[in-house]
């Protein structure tokens, strides 16, 4: 570039005068400036035993570049992070109750450009302990705690109690056998009370099934269900079926012995032996056993009377 200097006309001494000079000038380009990646998301602090936690990431680069979150140093145990490059991925995890005694956790994640450049973002995470809701037990009593299925509507008497008076207390009921006791579908315990009695049924299921037991329940929204065992009593009588009676006849000629089956039986017998009758059927029998009895004469004498006990001659 030349540049050019005059005095402007200026007539003074030695009269109007100019000069002139070269310039050389370069021109350089502006230099390029990375800006590092920014977190745009803020840290979840807290978390709960039992509970997934999660906190989802998100980061931005000016330039554009990709880029890549990562923790510096090890992550807690219950903690998961991707590793896959991106400028959003969520760290997540559920701290059991062990974590809750080493809470709590200080991390550092890292956002880091292609050329080298990043961001961190400092926070820390406390676990909190699950408080466990008390549950309180009901009770549930009965007297007497054994009856007939006959006793009617009143049989016994249930008592279901709580612990505290606080508040009116809905309480569902239930039997395990509806065919021996029934009992209400629900009772209340009034405010200001602990317990509220109600009346056990007896069923007559005209079953000859002996005694029964039955178990109860009473049953409420935070509370542990109460549990009762009564026994109901049979008024049902065993019956024993009538056999059917059978007329058995057993024809022995002679001595000796016969087995019968229940059917009508001859036997002869040519020895002087002892006459036995045995049954092999199970039921009840009627034998008749006519015996022939032959009196001889000796000599001129004659018979006078005849034997005793001939129509009711014991069997054996």
């Not at 000079?21 to 380009?29: E, K, L, Q």
């Not at 820390?124 to 009770?139: G, S």
Request: glycine fraction near 8%; charged fraction near 15%; proline fraction near 6%.
């Amino acid at each position: 570039m030349q540049i050019v200097t005059d005095d402007q006309g200026n007539t003074g001494s030695g009269g109007a005068a100019s000069d002139s000079d070269t310039v050389s000038i370069t021109v350089n380009a502006a230099a390029v400036v990375n800006h590092a990646p920014t977190f745009t998301s803020t840290p979840v602090t807290d978390a709960t035993q039992g509970t997934l936690y999660t906190y989802n990431i998100t980061t931005t680069d000016v330039d554009g570049d990709t880029v890549t979150i990562t923790h510096e140093g090890d992550l807690p145990s219950w903690l998961t992070l991707p590793t896959e490059a991106g400028d959003s991925k969520a760290i997540s995890g559920a701290p059991g109750a062990s974590d809750v005694v080493d809470s709590p956790y200080t991390l550092t994640l890292r956002v880091t450009d292609t050329a080298g450049d990043f961001t961190e973002q400092n926070f820390t995470i406390t676990v909190n302990k699950i408080i466990e809701p008390v549950i309180e037990p009901l009770t549930l009593t009965v007297n007497p705690a054994s009856f007939s299925e006959v006793a009617g509507t009143a049989a016994s008497t249930a008592t279901v109690t709580r612990p505290s008076t606080s508040g009116v207390l809905l309480v569902n009921l239930g039997s395990s056998d509806t065919s021996e006791v029934t009992v209400p579908l629900t009772v209340e315990i009034p405010d200001t009370q602990k317990s509220v009695d109600f009346n056990l049924a007896a069923a007559d299921d005209n079953l000859t099934d002996g005694t029964q037991t039955v178990t109860l329940t009473a049953s409420a929204t935070g509370y542990t269900t109460g549990t009762a065992t009564v026994s109901v009593t049979d008024n049902d009588v065993v019956v024993p079926p009538v056999p059917t009676p059978k007329t058995l006849t057993v024809t022995l000629i002679g001595n000796g012995s016969v087995t019968s089956d229940g059917s009508d039986t001859t036997s002869d017998a040519t020895s002087n032996n002892t006459v036995t009758l045995t049954m092999n059927a199970n039921q009840t029998c009627k034998a008749n056993f006519v015996p022939t009895l032959t009196v001889e004469k000796a000599g001129d004498g004659t018979v006078t009377s005849e034997p005793e006990g001939i129509d009711s001659m014991p069997l054996s």
